[in-house]
């Protein structure tokens, strides 16, 4: 039996519990981000044609063999990745709009419950989908399911050592790679050569691991409040009044009472003051978070290789591995924030330096200069290295916050990554149909 006085034993059970948690909630985002050509492609145009069948021949050529020769570039008639990333991020971003501002009144554990039961029902129905509709409403679920496991969670985080918080967002940063690299590796006609729907339905395992995890592995915080199921009465969680100065960052002073036993209840004009003085981490990572996704979904499907550039990867491969490097970036630099504390200027230079990286994908896409991929590879790791770094400074708020309001900052900061991804989201559309309209003027 676990004894709960071991004090370094329940810090290393919980950080692995947040680890894991991290890990479950974010893994559909990449999952479904590295899908989205296949989403799009066995979809776009498949109930369009007769008998429900297209070129087979060029069909799996396209998916199975790398291009000799790829000729002048052209769009393809199919919609950009931007759609599926709008569709995966829209849902999340109207979820931080909302809850954030009332779900401390909902038991920890009845929120648990609804992330992983979203989670899940996203998985099914991309998995058995027969419609480009009913993958995206897949895709809204899973988006649903991971901006409120997010907020949950980083507010849960709040009620526990920072420990917690690092291990929430290296798992979050594991979650990208792991994700990315498990249907690369699943799909890939080289390795398993799974369809990209069985290969959904596989990963299902997750929601089913994330679930048990929050009631086996982590130990509940004695000031986190907990429903019964027989007893309606504990289906709310009991509210602290709150008065006074309330702020929380350490530019301004706190003089409520820190007291126990339900959660702190303010006034929604005190929340939106709240917010203020959290704006200055939100919107660098908010503009970080535009660019790196603008280029991951409005630009890199327009970044292609030939067989003699590309270790002789297909297409739909190419992106995969595009993908999977952005996101082996951004769980390195995640990992680092366990060992090295970056000082706050560091977080206005990543915007700079993440724009130097949007220019050259967007001269890649257009003039396709670069001779080899292994030369992409690099610049995504770097890419991801700089997206992964900014949401480290999640962890000076879980610092300077005061007890107080803890739990509302935490759940509310998420909202800088989510409104830049979706922007970026909006901006990958309109980059898609502007640089399609710009190959037949470049390469007549």
Known sequence: MFNAD???????????????????????????????????????????????????????????????????????????????????????????LTVAFFMNRIPFSFRHFLVCSLQATSFVLVGISTSIQMSMLGVVFGSAGAGFGEICFLALSSYYDRSTLLAWSLGTGASGIVGSVAYAALTEPKLLGMSPQNAILLILIVPAVYFLSYWTILIRSPQVHRAQLLKPSSWIVPAIKAGGQIDCCDDVTTDLKNVGGGTHEFAFVQKLKMIKPLLRYMIPICVVYIMDFLINSGLLQHVKFDCGHSFDLSLPSQFRWFQTCHMLGLFLARLSAIFIEMPSFILYLLPFLQLVNLIIFYSQALFQFNSHIIFIFAIIFMEGMIGGASYTF???IHKKASPEVKEFSMSVISLGDTVGITMAAFLSILAHNHICQLYPTIFP
């Open 6 to 96: 071991d004090q370094k034993h329940a810090v290393l059970r919980n950080a692995v519990a947040f680890l894991i948690f991290g890990l479950a909630n974010n893994l559909p985002v990449p999952v479904m981000i590295s899908a989205s050509e296949d989403i799009i492609k066995l979809q776009n145009d498949c109930h369009n044609c007769p008998h429900n069948i297209v070129d087979n021949s060029l069909a799996e050529n396209l998916t199975l063999n790398c291009l000799p020769d790829l000729g002048k570039p052209r769009c393809e008639r199919m919609m950009s990745t931007g759609a599926v990333l709008l569709a995966d991020v829209l849902p999340s971003l109207t979820i931080k």
């Open 394 to 396: 999640f962890s000076k």
